[in-house]
């Protein structure tokens, strides 16, 4: 079974919640950029499902539900599955990949393997594309070269070789930091839902103890680790503040991150908890 199901894919209604105007006529480069940037612009990386212990349905007609006609964003899989589906749709060469994530790790710790990538062979060139890595997500196609600074509308990012694979970094405040490590292995949707359940299900996922969110806009990104909110500006400028109680992250989500936040008191118990008891607005 393909990866990417098409059958059952709304691929005028994915344009319209990014906001493409029509359907894309040729597989290009300059459709390609546009896609990786409009994406992340659109639709949120969110974690609210696994903080409300809902399950993570990676099937293409549950992620239209959720992030196209649902309002919702999420995360790495479902993000990525969506855009594969999208270029699939519109004549792309595209495959799933795997990566081990290094940001924030020890030295010395190896994680498994728990973030997709897309790798995409357009005129003979490969490229690689990720619309689903929170406050990092790189927002243009990447060539698959060794060690070429490579710029976008945010950071500029490179790939370096590590063994039998490539190690994706973002230069930072103008230092070079890993973000994940990743090979050609083409992956099926097997191996993406085992680690979507580890996500969703695992109480060291870190999923499951806060919440997170992060958007771009084409001039700056937007990051939210439960009452810590960032405005990270190009060339190092980074606007921070502490958000007042669970009614301001809910505020913060809706407005800023454009998420169709769940109604109900379940969710509004769990913000409460982690801006430290301070109760929701009435």
């Given at each position: 079974m393909t990866l990417f199901n098409t059958s059952v894919f709304d691929l005028r209604a994915y344009l319209h919640r990014i906001g493409v105007a029509s359907r894309p006529s040729r597989a290009d480069l300059?459709?390609?950029?546009?896609?990786?940037?409009?994406?992340?612009?659109?639709?949120?990386?969110?974690?609210?499902?696994?903080?409300?212990?809902?399950?993570?349905?990676?099937?293409?007609?549950?992620?239209?539900?959720?992030?196209?006609?649902?309002?919702?964003?999420?995360?790495?899989?479902?993000?990525?599955?969506?855009?594969?589906?999208?270029?699939?749709a519109i004549?792309?060469?595209?495959?799933?990949?795997?990566?081990?994530?290094?940001?924030?790790?020890?030295?010395?710790?190896?994680?498994?393997?728990?973030?997709?990538?897309?790798?995409?062979?357009?005129?003979?060139?490969?490229?690689?594309?990720?619309?689903?890595?929170?406050?990092?997500?790189p927002t243009a196609p990447l060539k698959l070269v060794e060690g070429l600074e490579q710029s976008t509308p945010h950071e500029p990012f490179r790939l370096m070789p590590v063994s039998r694979g490539f190690l994706l970094e973002a230069k930072l405040e103008g230092t070079w930091k890993g973000l994940y490590s990743f090979d050609q292995q083409s992956q099926v949707l097997g191996d993406y839902e085992i680690p979507n359940w580890y996500l969703c299900?695992?109480?060291?996922?870190?999923?499951?103890?806060?919440?997170?969110?992060?958007?771009?806009?084409?001039?700056?990104?937007y990051a939210l680790r439960n009452t810590d909110f960032a405005v990270h500006f190009?060339?190092?400028?980074?606007?921070?503040?502490?958000?007042?109680?669970?009614?301001?992250?809910?505020?913060?989500?809706?407005?800023?991150?454009?998420?169709n936040v769940p109604d109900g008191p379940e969710l509004d118990e769990i913000l409460v908890r982690l801006a430290g008891g301070t109760p929701a607005a009435t």
């Open positions: 300059a459709t390609l950029e546009e896609l990786a940037l409009r994406h992340p612009c659109a639709i949120p990386f969110e974690n609210l499902d696994p903080l409300l212990r809902r399950p993570v349905r990676l099937d293409i007609a549950s992620i239209q539900d959720k992030l196209v006609r649902g309002g919702r964003g999420g995360w790495c899989f479902e993000h990525n599955l969506l855009l594969g589906t999208a270029l699939a004549g792309y060469e595209v495959t799933g990949l795997s990566a081990r994530v290094v940001w924030n790790v020890p030295p010395g710790v190896v994680r498994g393997r728990s973030h997709m990538v897309l790798h995409v062979t357009l005129d003979g060139v490969s490229y690689v594309v990720d619309v689903g890595f929170g406050g990092s997500t299900n695992h109480p060291d996922s870190h999923f499951l103890d806060r919440v997170v969110a992060a958007r771009v806009d084409p001039d700056r990104r190009p060339h190092g400028v980074t606007e921070r503040r502490v958000l007042g109680g669970a009614g301001e992250i809910r505020q913060v989500l809706t407005e800023t991150f454009r998420i």
